[in-house]
DNA sequence: TATTGTTATACTCTATAACTATA
DNA sequence: TATAGTTATAGAGTATAACAATA
């Protein structure tokens, strides 16, 4: 965790108390850690965190021209990716290979292993999907589905 | 930032990718971040990162019997607890007394300022919702905070 | 001896800056 | 000289462990 706002046992507030946690911003933030932490323990098992499940999806996705562009696209520092990428070869999920054109890039490329714990990492997300809304009413899961989707749309890049 | 999963700008997918950024869990835990990330930036001109925000919430709402109750109902480590108290003491927003009748206890209480600062908090996370959901449809921005609330009421404590 | 608050220390995450190699 | 990648270093944030006062 880090900027996170605290989660509150509620204790039936006072009017500053209860005006916060009614926000969209508050409730994102708090459930948006609680998600990313279940996730987290979900995919430990694989010797991955969140960001190597990221750089994955990335790679699948295409975006594989440069560690350098790969940085940019998601928001990092490069070093950070070379952590990753580091980690992420040395499971076999990922290959480096120089570019012959400009022998100063490196070329990430998902091997087999790599498209095999991605398919984890889905899975997994799917799992805490499933855990998160089970007591949800099927009308209260496509709201949620549908609201965040609308909203990943307008603020995530791409 | 921290657990959380990176964002990731489209390059229309593989199957892998489309399937990841399709979860409820990573739609919250990207959208969480950049949430608590604005809300981090509006509160800062305070002098407040966001956990403070929840401590001066969780004082409003009453939790205040000690700092050690207030420690494990935000679901932190007490050293914390006292790091935010002695910032949030130094702005004048709480005030801490001895309880008489356990010397060991510190009550932690908010000032005037404290309420005033509460206040603030909640209106940065106003503006923060408007500008997150500004271009949402109201269909949409009632989606997402009826499925956001639900989740919430499932989800965190209280 | 057990508990509250505090302080000291260590660990994780990630960015910035310095360095190497290619261009 | 400029850029891709790497390595070294530093900072933020937070937990754990050691400690002091009180019970």
Redesign the pocket.
Known sequence: ????ILRMSDVKGNKGAEALRATVVFQLGTLGTLAADRFAAQVEALGL?P?HAGVLAALDAGAAA????LASRL??????I??L??QLQELGAVE?VRDPE??????LSLTGEGRRLLACCVGAAETVDAELTAGLSETQRSSLARGLRALGEQQLPG
């Not at 928001?75 to 950070?80: D, K, M, N, Q």
């Open positions: 965790m880090d900027g996170t965190k960001k440069s560690q350098q562009e928001g990092v520092a490069p070093s950070l070379v952590a990428a580091d480096r400009d022998r100063r890039r490196q070329v």
